[in-house]
């Protein structure tokens, strides 16, 4: 059918057909069993059960056919790791499926799947599917607003001055800074909550980007200082500003600096999940509404507003109701517009969309090598065949005079009518790594560049100024704090300038196909990273439309992404924070799981914790070390985690400092320990990680369990293979009897009349009595 499928996809063991039904076993590889636990239906394992399709000969399947309508699904058990399939044809493109698990009980069932021919190229997506903005949702409101109580807070410090007047209003013990605070602490008892106020800055004699920078140089340097302090390893450090963000589309941005900030930290969670909170406080106010103390164990970022308490959730677009909503891009063609970072991959895209798509015809491209550029000539050319009259011009546009220089040189024959600004560097690094320089660096075409514009051209009456920003600004990249900082400000700006009737809008874009001198350097473990995180990336035409759909909506900040939601709902791992109003995800019944352990309960590290009860040290080392080679390989991106060398050191594997952290934290998720930043440094291979773990673990029950019962899931695997052998049926029967007797035997004559009970037993009466001892039934 010409379809082809790595390992992981390889599960169809053995099938049987019968007049048309298809019945067929399908058991996940080994290497993908502990991961079984983590979804409602493992893909890997439906998609090979789906693999027995082909073998229907009532179906007609010339040429291959494609999933493509789905009605009556039903998931009766989460977590199989083995399935049996009963497919059945009900027409010549539609069947119905019954899954169980190996001693019959239903894992799920679908009425009917219909089948379409494979397509030879696949639809661009809905620019309307793909148009995200940052909704501050409403968790609770407290009718009294309440404060918490003494007793609650009582775990509470503050570091730094009380400028909100928090301390004050709860009684919270006060701190000139850290040092002062860990002198302070009982070691055996740490603060639960330390906060740190930012007090609004406002632009000094050097402006708002040095604002910028001085409220970045403190944050950075508090963040660093506390995840080098071991003293706070349990604690959570709680940044609260006034006015870094807009919870609501009526307000405005009035802290510009913290809100760069905001993206600084946001960076810091996605490295150091459980160590930061973010609370943006209401404009009156210094006390905290009771519910506050809850929502910052579960909720990175809230904002209080009077007595409500508001948490960030991603949202789509709404689509238009009616022809009324409906809204075209504005026409540029009149003028000249202006693209900053015009010879990069992704400025090169929009320079060709806005002539050979929008009309424009004359454009002003800058960048900082100018013609010097890589394809510089190229472009030009290409944008001239098409029509249009090109100036290119090297101009750093993050300098003022350089940039004041250029605009006064365009023409009043076609004046300036909109700015597409994508200019942009990476210095990329974890934030315990960054310095003020690095950030400085990356500020400076993203920050400065942005205020330069807007002030440059705010009396020029442009009908659009779109600056080109990061979803990272929105997530919190990983090894991208500078990056996101720099991007969360353009958000905010974007947000402030339109409060005030300009027409700037800032468009936090997902991940491209294009390769760009900054994406180019993505390696395959931050692609699977992003994928894992639900990022898709789209075409550049995809991006063109999504261009045009954005500058249609009269919205500041809109993120123009593809994700994959549903991937999200059945993935490994907790939905973010920031997806749980996209992603649903119901709890369910955990299905038997026969082959290759792993837990079944929905918490991955209470999963493992029951799993490694009962096993001796040789096993549980051997289940911690696969455990760390999935992580590792998944971390990788590799396929296969059987290539992870166990006793060779992970940084000459490929890990880096970004990789690190995410082994770290991927395995502290799994295993509910909290494991130290140095991770990879202190245990440099797989093998003495996973010899950390079993020093670290402490499993669900003692370990003095009888070893027996591991065994026991073992035979219980067997069973059906061993059932369908009359001779080792036999020889199996016979075995238990010996043995049931023997443990009869050995606690009360109860045995006595068991055993003789079964010495008399038919093999269906064996098995039924394993089944029930086992809990089978």
């Not at 069993?33 to 009532?58: E, F, K, M, N, R």
Request: hydrophobic letters at 45%; aromatic letters at 4%.
């Amino acid at each position: 059918g010409g379809f082809a499928y790595g390992p992981a996809f390889q599960g169809l063991r053995k099938a049987w057909i019968t007049d048309d039904t298809v019945y067929a076993e399908v058991r996940l590889p080994d290497d993908q069993q502990t991961t079984a636990a983590s979804y409602g239906l493992h893909p890997a394992l439906l998609d090979a059960a789906l693999h027995s399709i082909g073998l229907s000969p009532a179906l007609r399947l010339d040429g291959g056919k494609l999933p493509f309508s789905w009605s009556g699904v039903t998931l009766h058990g989460a977590g199989a790791g083995e399935v049996r399939v009963r497919l059945t044809p009900v027409g010549s493109d539609t069947v119905s499926l019954t899954l169980s698990d190996p001693i019959g009980r239903p894992v799920a069932t679908v009425d009917s799947l219909a089948l379409r021919a494979r397509p030879e190229r696949l639809g661009a997506p809905d620019p309307g599917d793909s148009l995200y903005v940052l909704d501050w949702t409403e968790l609770v409101e407290a009718s009294s607003g309440a404060a918490p109580s003494a007793a609650t807070t009582a775990g509470w410090a503050l570091v730094g001055g009380d400028d909100f007047g928090v301390a004050a209003a709860h009684g919270l013990r006060t701190h000139p800074d850290l040092d002062a605070l860990a002198a302070a602490t009982d070691p055996a008892a740490p603060p639960e909550f330390v906060l740190v106020t930012c007090p609004p800055q406002s632009a000094g004699a050097d402006g708002l980007t040095a604002s910028v920078r001085t409220a970045l140089d403190r944050g950075l340097a508090l963040v660093q200082g506390w995840l080098a302090d071991e003293r706070f390893a349990a604690s959570r450090l709680v940044f609260l500003t006034r006015g870094a963000v807009a919870a609501d589309p009526a307000e405005q941005v009035t802290d510009l600096p913290h809100a760069a900030l905001w993206g600084l930290v946001r960076s810091a969670q996605s490295e150091n999940p459980d160590r930061f909170v973010l609370v943006d406080l209401d404009t009156d106010t210094g006390a905290l509404p009771s519910h506050v103390v809850e929502l910052t164990t579960d909720e990175p970022q809230l904002a209080l507003r009077g007595s409500s308490v508001r948490a960030a959730r991603l949202a789509r677009v709404p689509a238009p109701s009616g022809p009324a909503e409906s809204a075209a891009a504005p026409d540029w063609s009149a003028g000249t517009v202006l693209v900053t970072g015009a010879t990069g991959a992704i400025g090169g895209v929009m320079a060709r969309h806005l002539v050979a798509e929008c009309g424009v015809r004359h454009l002003l491209l800058t960048s900082r090598r100018g013609a010097e550029a890589e394809g510089a000539k190229e472009l030009c050319a290409d944008l001239t065949a098409l029509g249009a009259d090109v100036t290119l011009a090297a101009c750093d546009v993050a300098d003022r005079e350089e940039l004041a220089r250029l605009l006064a040189g365009v023409g009043t024959a076609h004046p300036l009518t909109a700015v597409v600004h994508t200019a942009g560097v990476l210095d990329d690094g974890v934030v315990g790594g960054l310095t003020p320089e690095r950030v400085d660096r990356v500020l400076r075409p993203k920050v400065d560049a942005a205020v330069n514009l807007h002030e440059l051209t705010r009396g020029l009456g442009l009908s659009a100024l779109v600056l080109f920003s990061s979803i990272a600004g929105t997530f919190g990249g990983m090894g991208q704090g500078n990056y996101a900082a720099a991007n969360a400000f353009l958000d905010a700006y974007a947000t402030h300038c339109r409060a005030q009737g300009f027409p700037v809008q800032s468009l936090a874009w997902g991940l491209w196909e294009q390769r760009s001198e900054m994406t180019g350097k993505l390696a395959d473990a931050d692609l699977s990273r992003l994928a894992r995180g639900g990022i898709v990336a789209f075409s550049s035409a995809e991006g063109a439309a999504l261009f045009d759909a954005a500058r249609a909506l009269d919205a500041p900040v809109l993120l123009p992404m593809r994700l994959d939601v549903a991937g999200q709902a059945g993935g490994p791992g907790p939905v973010p924070p920031l997806l749980r109003g996209l992603v649903r995800t119901p709890a369910r019944p955990a299905a038997r799981r026969t082959a290759g352990g792993g837990g079944t309960s929905a918490d991955a590290a209470d999963g493992l914790m029951r799993r490694l009860a009962g096993m001796a040290d040789a096993e549980r080392g051997r289940v911690l070390l696969d455990l760390v080679r999935n992580q590792a390989a998944t971390v990788l991106g590799f396929t296969d985690p059987h290539a992870i060398d166990v006793d060779r050191g992970l940084l000459e594997l490929g890990f880096d400092s970004l990789t690190a952290v995410e082994l770290r934290n991927q395995l502290g998720r799994v295993t509910g320990l909290r494991l130290p930043a140095t991770l990879l440094f202190d245990y440099p291979t797989t093998s003495a990680i996973a010899a950390h773990l079993a020093e670290s673990v402490t499993p669900a029950e003692p370990a003095a369990v009888p070893l027996v019962f591991p065994e026991l899931d073992r035979l219980e695997q067997d069973l059906p293979r061993v059932a369908a052998d009359e001779a080792a049926r036999t020889r199996l029967t016979t075995r238990l009897q010996d043995l049931l007797s023997k443990l009869g035997h050995a606690q009360d004559p109860v045995g006595d009349i068991a055993a003789a009970e079964l010495d008399s037993a038919s093999d269906d009466e064996i098995f039924d009595f394993i089944e029930n001892e086992l809990g089978l039934s």
